[in-house]
C-alpha cells in the first residue's frame, strides 16, 4: 500500500483533533485547521513546499482569528458566572466598616464582603460581582 502526502496530512488532522479532545485546547483544532489545508493542497497536486506554506498560513491565520474574536473574562474566573455560581447572586449588608468591607450571611454563612462598585458603600441589597478565595466582591444592584 502505497501512501500519499494527502493521507499523511488527514492522518496529522486527525491527531490534531484526538489531541484536542483529550486536552480542550481550542488552538490545537484550529492547527488542525492548517493541516486539513495541507491535506487538500496535496489533493490539489501542490509540491510538498506549497503544502506547507498552506497549511501553515491557514493554521496561523485561524489561530489569530480565533484569538481576536474569542471574549475576554478578564483573565480570570473570579468573575465569570459560568465558573462560579455565585456570580449574580443577592447579599444583604447591614453595615460596611470605614475600609469598604462588612460581614454578610449567604449560603447559611458568613461571609467577609468587599465592595467593588464605584462611590461610598451603602447598607441594603447587593449582588455578587466575583468571588476571591472566601471573600465575596459586592455590586449595587443595577436600577
Do not use: C
Not at 488542525?32 to 498552506?54: C, D, K, N
Request: hydrophobic share 50%.
Amino acid at each position: 500500500m502505497d501512501w500519499t502526502a494527502s493521507t499523511w496530512w488527514w492522518i496529522g488532522t486527525a491527531a490534531l483533533v484526538a489531541a484536542e479532545l483529550a486536552t480542550g485546547t481550542f488552538y490545537l483544532l484550529m492547527l488542525a485547521v492548517g493541516t486539513a489545508a495541507s491535506a487538500l493542497a496535496a489533493h490539489a497536486g501542490m509540491g510538498f513546499s506549497a503544502q506547507l506554506i498552506v497549511g501553515a498560513a491557514v493554521g496561523v491565520t485561524a489561530i489569530a482569528v480565533w484569538h481576536k474574536r474569542r471574549p475576554r473574562q478578564g483573565g480570570s474566573v473570579a468573575s465569570n458566572p459560568d465558573v462560579n455560581i455565585d456570580i449574580g447572586s443577592r447579599v444583604r449588608v447591614e453595615a460596611w466598616t470605614a475600609d469598604g468591607t462588612a460581614r454578610v450571611k449567604y449560603r447559611g454563612a458568613a461571609w467577609n464582603a468587599r465592595f467593588a462598585g464605584g462611590g461610598m458603600p451603602a447598607p441594603g441589597e447587593h449582588v455578587i460581582s466575583a468571588v476571591h478565595g472566601s471573600e465575596l466582591m459586592l455590586d449595587r444592584l443595577p436600577s
